[in-house]
């Protein structure tokens, strides 16, 4: 890890430090007109903070530089250095909140990673942009005044990870992105946003209903590894039986099937994982439908498929990677997904 920089230190002010990943917050191309074909994670952190010198008024602010990526390339490793990073700054009474910069594209899959092992219910807030920092009427300066200001405000306590965009807060558990292009490219399908923030000044509208942070049973700090989990589409004619074996002879433990509608899974690729299931593979039905709840048939329930619930594929997951982390007990882990 490069390690700290800036140290504006003031002792009236909270104390943030912000690990930063890259994404298109940190991209940058040669035309102030260009919104695609960028490269994201060029710019560090440093020079990010020193485009907004209004933040030096908000928070006492130091930086690391964790990585430097597009968020399509975001690993395991990074997630368990990130969740352990942050674990430990939370600890100290000299941190009193964390924000993490990060591309938009896997940003609500890091979110609720650390929604769910981050130990300490102190403020933590994603933010990223949609406009790389070269183009005219980039997102990312304000995005980032408005999560330190989310940061640096008491009442960001206890309300898990948050994540902020286009001045709205939205929860970890529940936030997805919406838009491939648009700066207001995040949204909460299945919930309402939990807040706005005007120019810096948060106003709360709801808390996240499900265990988080300190509630988790979920902990990483110990872990070098996460159990190897996986995503397959259903689709017309779908031919993923043969995915699903090539990954299980692979080493994968889990699978999560976006499937159609309510979770619906092609019949060829179904009796595939049917048979996987009995050489231990756990499944879980989620849909490629970005809106409402996937419960599984009474009959697929006792084959042991398990429910995603709301989560989207990519949220399930996460879930699925931590709850392997802890048991491989089928009935276990769909209790997991019940309450998380
Ligand atoms: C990325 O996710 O790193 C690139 C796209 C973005 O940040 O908007």
Redesign the pocket.
């Known amino acids: 890890m490069q390690d700290s920089h800036n140290t504006r230190h003031n002792i009236a002010k909270p104390n943030i430090v912000i690990l930063a990943t890259?994404?298109?917050?940190a991209?940058a191309v040669d035309s102030s007109l260009q919104t695609t074909g960028y490269q994201?994670?060029v710019l560090s952190i440093e020079s990010l903070l020193q485009s907004v010198p209004e933040l030096a008024n908000v928070a006492n602010l130091e930086s690391e530089q964790i990585a430097n990526?597009?968020?399509?390339d975001m690993s395991d490793e990074i997630w368990l250095r990130l969740a352990k990073r942050v674990n430990a700054l939370l600890k100290s009474s000299q941190v009193d909140g964390v924000v993490i910069t990060?591309?938009?594209?896997?940003?609500e899959e890091s979110a609720f990673f650390l929604h769910l092992v981050a130990k300490s219910d102190k403020p933590i807030v994603f933010v990223?942009?949609?406009r790389p920092s070269t183009a005219l009427s980039a997102d990312g300066p304000k995005n980032l005044y408005n999560a330190i200001s989310l940061a640096a405000n008491p009442e960001s306590k206890g309300k898990g990870v948050m994540v902020v965009m286009n001045d709205r807060i939205q929860s970890a558990r529940y936030v997805s992105k919406t838009h491939t292009l648009n700066v207001n490219a995040f949204a909460s399908p299945n919930a309402s946003d939990m807040g706005y923030i005007l120019d810096g000044k948060a106003f709360f509208y709801t808390t996240p209903a499900k265990p988080h942070t300190l509630q988790s049973e979920f902990d990483v700090d110990k872990l070098d590894s996460l159990p190897k989990v996986d995503i397959l589409y259903s689709y017309a004619n779908d031919n993923s039986q043969v995915a699903a074996q090539a990954l299980f002879n692979h080493g994968t433990k889990g699978l999560v099937i976006a499937g159609s509608g309510a979770g619906s899974i092609h019949k060829n690729h179904k009796d595939m994982l049917k048979k996987l299931m009995q050489n231990g593979l756990v499944v879980v039905q989620s849909s490629r439908v970005n809106n409402g709840l996937v419960i599984a048939n009474e009959e697929d329930s006792k084959l042991g498929f398990i429910s995603s619930y709301d989560l989207n594929p990519q949220k399930a997951r996460v879930l699925l990677m931590l709850a392997l982390s802890k048991t491989d007990n089928n009935e276990r882990i769909a209790k997991i997904f019940e309450s998380y």
């Open positions: 890259g994404g298109t917050i991209g994201a994670g990526i597009d968020s399509a990060h591309g938009t594209d896997t940003m990223g942009a949609m």
